[in-house]
């Protein structure tokens, strides 16, 4: 058995401090750097090495950049692993974007229980918006599922309006799907109604970042933006109750 000096095992570890110290100068330098040459760039939540040598990624917030050593270059766009056919940036945001599940105020959304309702999911949606419409009817066609509909407007004063006739109505849930799939205009609010529901789903979106609708988040926290087809949705679904 061969026996580590310490002469090696503190050049070894002077190593891996040269290795360390280098890799914070290589951070500040390009925090600095960027800052100095880019003042209009949101500020800088974190700086990593890439598995790709001498790419480090740039955070801000949720989105993802790429500079080299120096900061000299910004880049924009997806980093791919050939080996595995991973796409690297997509499972970085997907991570970053993730919403804890059990968090969510679902006594904002309104519901709708289908066959068992034993899955769940959540959709943003605004009521003037057409992928929001198409989505909705393929959700018809999902099973044994439970749906959390956050109303959420975004495209402009009518869907506020809207948003707020469906949500004050008697049955809210009721009456979004009869406007959202068969086009039957909601009843104008009348009288006292809380609303504030509304408003804190628009500073939820904000917070997670829902920057279109729809936008459907899966129990696992993992989100897809725009509509996706009744059969995709189903695979989601069913992916999740396999992995338990």
């Given at each position: 058995?061969?026996?580590?000096?310490?002469?090696?095992?503190?050049?070894?570890?002077?190593?891996?401090?040269?290795?360390?110290?280098?890799?914070?100068?290589?951070?500040?330098?390009?925090?600095?750097?960027?800052?100095?040459?880019?003042?209009?760039?949101?500020?800088?939540d974190e700086v990593s090495r890439t598995p790709m040598g001498g790419l480090w990624e740039v955070r801000l917030g949720t989105d993802v950049l790429y500079?080299?050593?120096?900061?000299?270059?910004?880049?924009?766009?997806?980093?791919?692993?050939?080996?595995?056919?991973?796409d690297l940036t997509k499972a970085r945001v997907d991570k970053l974007t993730a919403i804890d599940f059990g968090s969510l105020p679902l006594k904002d959304?309104?519901?709708?229980?289908?066959?068992?309702?034993?899955?769940?999911?959540?959709?943003?949606?605004?009521?003037?918006?057409?992928?929001?419409?198409?989505?909705?009817?393929?959700?018809?066609?999902?099973?044994?599922?439970?749906?959390?509909?956050?109303?959420?407007?975004?495209?402009?004063?009518?869907?506020?309006?809207?948003?707020?006739?469906?949500?004050?109505?008697?049955?809210?849930?009721?009456?979004?799907?009869?406007?959202?799939?068969?086009?039957?205009?909601?009843?104008?609010?009348?009288?006292?109604?809380?609303?504030?529901?509304?408003?804190?789903?628009?500073?939820?979106?904000?917070?997670?970042?829902?920057?279109?609708?729809?936008?459907?988040?899966?129990?696992?926290?993992?989100?897809?933006?725009?509509?996706?087809?009744?059969?995709?949705?189903?695979?989601?679904?069913?992916?999740?109750?396999?992995?338990?």
């Amino acid at each position: 058995m061969t026996r580590t000096t310490p002469l090696f095992r503190s050049i070894g570890l002077s190593a891996l401090m040269a290795v360390a110290t280098l890799a914070q100068a290589d951070e500040a330098t390009i925090r600095k750097v960027l800052a100095d040459r880019m003042p209009n760039l949101p500020p800088i939540d974190e700086v990593s090495r890439t598995p790709m040598g001498g790419l480090w990624e740039v955070r801000l917030g949720t989105d993802v950049l790429y500079t080299d050593d120096g900061g000299n270059f910004l880049i924009e766009g997806s980093l791919f692993d050939t080996k595995t056919r991973t796409d690297l940036t997509k499972a970085r945001v997907d991570k970053l974007t993730a919403i804890d599940f059990g968090s969510l105020p679902l006594k904002d959304a309104m519901v709708q229980k289908q066959g068992s309702g034993a899955r769940k999911l959540v959709v943003f949606a605004d009521p003037n918006c057409g992928y929001c419409k198409r989505l909705e009817r393929d959700l018809l066609k999902v099973k044994d599922v439970t749906i959390y509909t956050f109303l959420y407007p975004v495209l402009g004063p009518d869907s506020t309006v809207k948003t707020k006739d469906i949500w004050c109505a008697k049955d809210a849930q009721k009456t979004w799907r009869a406007w959202m799939i068969d086009g039957v205009t909601p009843p104008k609010s009348v009288g006292e109604c809380d609303t504030t529901a509304i408003d804190r789903n628009s500073a939820m979106g904000r917070k997670f970042r829902v920057q279109g609708t729809p936008a459907i988040v899966f129990e696992d926290g993992s989100r897809s933006p725009g509509a996706m087809p009744a059969n995709l949705i189903e695979k989601r679904l069913a992916d999740l109750q396999k992995k338990g």
